[in-house]
């Protein structure tokens, strides 16, 4: 800006007595009053300087014209020069987001993606499903089973004439799959739970003592059709609603690994842990993790073993899953420390060898990431779960991160992120709930 405005007529010493304008815009941030009449002019719709002809590309919201008296004149000059300095700013700021266009949100500035809901427990949560848009399921630790009726807005406790004469034991339910009005639900010690009428009614299924491991993961179908995933690897599918089961795999993943100790894989020789985390894409192939986090396996249709894979990293391995629940997009996979990577498409899975994961700068503080997800509609779109009840994003498929700022150490750790019938959950400690808004 010139230096014009104090050579004007009506500037005596230290004094001026002139017409101002007091201008405000729509920026709750960008509001200035007392300025000078002959130093701005309306044209076209913008403000500019009549002497330097500069143009300050911001619309007042309103402008009121005013007589002032003894006004300083080191006040109005100071007035002047903050003005021009503030609304330039503002214009470069303008210029830097236009600019990063497609790494930022559109709707940053709108209200937060996820929504905290209140729950009737204290449980831990580990899975939720939907049959339908309004209708779904929420289970946890404790024999917490909830039921909403309100598209997961509001949530109420469900209780089972068969649970109650096994009040001595501390059922820890860990999934469900729902397919239209039937259901499944697994959990610790050995339980499961079927429903074909949309929850109105729960029977229990008997699991043989001999089954191999723990139920962990259930998989619905079809109508009776489900799979059965248990900690120690083995995968079972029933065609007529659980009454008869038949295996998938031969034998169990440490019985795999002990039978070919030449395999390759450190840490695989000799092993007699169960997985910490096993995960089913939508075209039946199947992920895990040792208890180790040392090596992972993988499972896919017409396999009659588990495959192992060393991790490509010094660091353990602290959760990993599908790219958009499609082994076709590849893998993601988090290490120790805050490192997540990502495998290219179509990972060769038959041959014990490490599968390359390309890192992505996430920059969570060494915090451990628990869990990512991918929106099912908004398929560039991601969140990741991190310690301490942190939420990240990106929108351009997991290339580039950003830290939540609505969600900053909520409190509570975040240990699953669903979507599901086009809405999304996160699920936590201490009954913590969240609800996508997007």
């Known amino acids: 800006m010139c230096g014009w405005f104090s050579h004007q007529k009506k500037i005596n010493h230290s004094l001026s007595y002139a017409w101002v304008y007091s201008i405000s815009f729509r920026s709750p941030s960008t509001r200035f009053s007392l300025l000078p009449v002959d130093s701005f002019r309306k044209k076209t719709g913008r403000l500019i300087c009549t002497r330097c002809c ?67 427990t204290q449980s831990l949560l580990f899975d939720v499903d939907m049959d ?9 630790a404790n024999g917490t089973i909830l039921e909403t009726h309100d598209g997961g807005e509001h949530w109420e406790p469900r209780t089972f004439d068969f649970l109650r004469m096994d009040e001595e034991i501390n059922y820890r339910f860990e999934s469900i799959s729902c397919y239209g009005n039937e259901g499944w639900i697994v959990g610790k010690p050995p339980i499961l739970l ?13 699991l043989s003592s ?56 450190t840490g695989a020789s000799y092993y007699t842990g169960t997985v910490i985390s ?27 073993y588990w495959t192992p894979h060393p991790r490509d990293s010094s660091r353990r391995i602290q959760s990993m899953g599908f790219v958009q629940n499609d082994i076709h997009k590849g893998l993601w996979m988090a290490n120790n420390g805050g490192f997540l990577g990502f495998s290219p498409p179509n990972p060769s899975l038959d041959t014990v060898s490490s599968i390359p994961f390309q890192r992505v700068d996430i920059r969570t503080g060494g915090y451990g ?12 779109e991601v969140w990741a779960s991190v310690g301490s009840g942190i939420l990240y994003r990106s929108f351009d498929g997991g290339k580039h991160w950003e830290k939540d700022p609505w969600l900053d150490h909520l409190g509570s ?20 709930l969240l609800r996508y808004n997007g």
């Not at 339908?132 to 946890?140: A, C, D, P, R, T």
């Not at 894409?281 to 992920?287: A, E, K, Q, R, V």
């Not at 990431?369 to 560039?380: M, Y």
């Open 54 to 120: 500069s143009t300050l590309n911001h619309h007042p919201h309103s402008i009121e014209r005013r007589w002032v008296e003894k006004l300083p004149r080191r006040w109005v000059l100071n007035k002047l020069f903050q003005v021009v300095a503030a609304l330039s700013l503002q214009s470069i700021g303008s210029s830097v987001e236009a600019a990063m266009g497609s790494t930022v949100d559109p709707s940053s500035s709108h209200e937060a993606a996820w929504k905290p809901l209140s729950v009737p």
């Open 132 to 140: 339908s848009k309004s209708h779904g399921w929420l289970i946890g």
């Open 194 to 206: 079927h429903t074909q009428n949309g929850g109105k009614d729960w029977e229990r299924i008997p």
């Open 210 to 265: 001999k089954l191999p491991g723990e139920p962990v993961l259930i998989t619905a179908l079809g109508p009776n059709r489900a799979e059965l995933a248990t900690t120690a690897g083995a995968i079972y599918t029933t065609d007529n609603g659980g009454k008869n089961w038949k295996a998938l795999v031969k034998e169990t993943i440490d019985a795999t690994l002990n039978r070919t100790t030449s395999s390759g894989v």
């Open 278 to 304: 096993i995960t089913r894409d939508c075209n039946g192939y199947y992920l895990a993790i040792s208890s180790r986090g040392n090596f992972y396996v993988t499972w896919h249709p017409g396999q009659e």
């Open 369 to 380: 990431i628990l869990d990512v997800a991918f929106h099912q509609q908004k398929r560039n």
């Open 413 to 432: 750790v975040l240990y699953r992120i669903k979507f599901v019938e086009n809405s999304g959950f996160i699920l936590g400690a201490k009954g913590t």
